[in-house]
């Protein structure tokens, strides 16, 4: 099964206010498992960066300039993810800026049930816990040492481990592994039939048992 991490950076919280997404980072798994395939790009959104955005991204209005628009991208971008399931943290944020920048560029929406919201999973598996990235992150212990700024790629690649551990784990990966890989310790073998054997006692052994067998108080056993 072919899934795809997205995440994206914008220059603010909402399309309706005319802001535009100026970076998009997604990454291939198939089967639970990070293929190494990625899409990454940078967007010029055609319009000022406000240092609210820069602070969180580092991503600047003259950095951007030279990057393409998003009509000029959006065709690659599409063909990345395919008609795959897209796995996104805070889902609606997302869709809602991808949406709005196909509508743009006179593309189809993606439709709402194309995502999988890991922000969701977290609150259902986790309720009343902090469900940020940076939390799930830190309740799994996943290194946040390289996220001195928030990043599209990665916070995908960090989202993937987040993933990851709300199916279950590194342990169920592991798990089905091994599962796969590994024959069973046990596979049953051809019945083998001995020869039967008769063990033959003498008449004086004989007489020992039946002797023993009185001693036995409220014995079950009829000696005959």
Same mark, same amino acid.
């Given at each position: 099964m072919r899934e795809i991490i997205l995440d994206t950076e914008t220059t603010g919280l909402s399309p309706d206010q005319g802001h535009r997404i100026t970076e998009i980072g997604c990454i291939e798994l198939i089967n639970k498992k990070a293929t190494g395939k990625t899409y990454h790009q940078y967007?010029?959104?055609? +319009?000022?960066?406000?240092?609210?955005?820069?602070?969180?991204?580092?991503?600047? !209005?003259?950095?951007?300039?030279?990057?393409?628009?998003?009509?000029?991208?959006?065709?690659?971008?599409?063909?990345?993810?395919?008609?795959?399931?897209?796995?996104?943290?805070?889902?609606?944020?997302?869709?809602?800026?991808?949406?709005?920048?196909?509508?743009?560029?006179?593309?189809?929406?993606?439709p709402k049930t194309r995502a999988l919201d890991t922000l969701l999973m977290a609150r259902k598996k986790f309720p009343g816990s902090p469900a940020s990235l940076d939390a799930l992150c830190k309740r799994f212990e996943i290194d946040?040492?390289?996220?001195?700024?928030?990043?599209?790629?990665?916070?995908?690649?960090?989202?993937?481990?987040?993933?990851?551990?709300?199916?279950?784990? +590194?342990?169920?990966?592991?798990?089905?592994?091994?599962?796969?890989?590994?024959?069973?310790?046990?596979?049953?073998? !051809?019945?083998?039939?001995?020869?039967?054997?008769?063990?033959?006692i003498s008449v004086e052994e004989d007489q020992l048992h039946k002797d023993f067998i009185t001693t036995i108080a409220g014995s079950r056993w009829s000696i005959k």
């Open positions: 967007i010029n959104p055609q +319009r000022d960066v406000p240092a609210k955005a820069t602070e969180i991204t580092g991503l600047t !209005t003259e950095f951007l300039k030279p990057f393409p628009v998003f009509n000029q991208i959006v065709d690659a971008f599409l063909d990345f993810i395919g008609d795959d399931q897209l796995v996104i943290h805070n889902a609606s944020f997302d869709m809602t800026f991808l949406n709005a920048e196909l509508g743009w560029a006179s593309k189809p929406f993606l946040l040492s390289k996220r001195d700024k928030h990043g599209a790629l990665l916070d995908a690649e960090l989202l993937y481990y987040v993933y990851i551990e709300l199916l279950g784990g +590194r342990q169920r990966s592991l798990g089905f592994e091994i599962e796969q890989l590994i024959e069973p310790i046990y596979t049953p073998q !051809t019945q083998v039939n001995f020869a039967k054997r008769t063990f033959c």
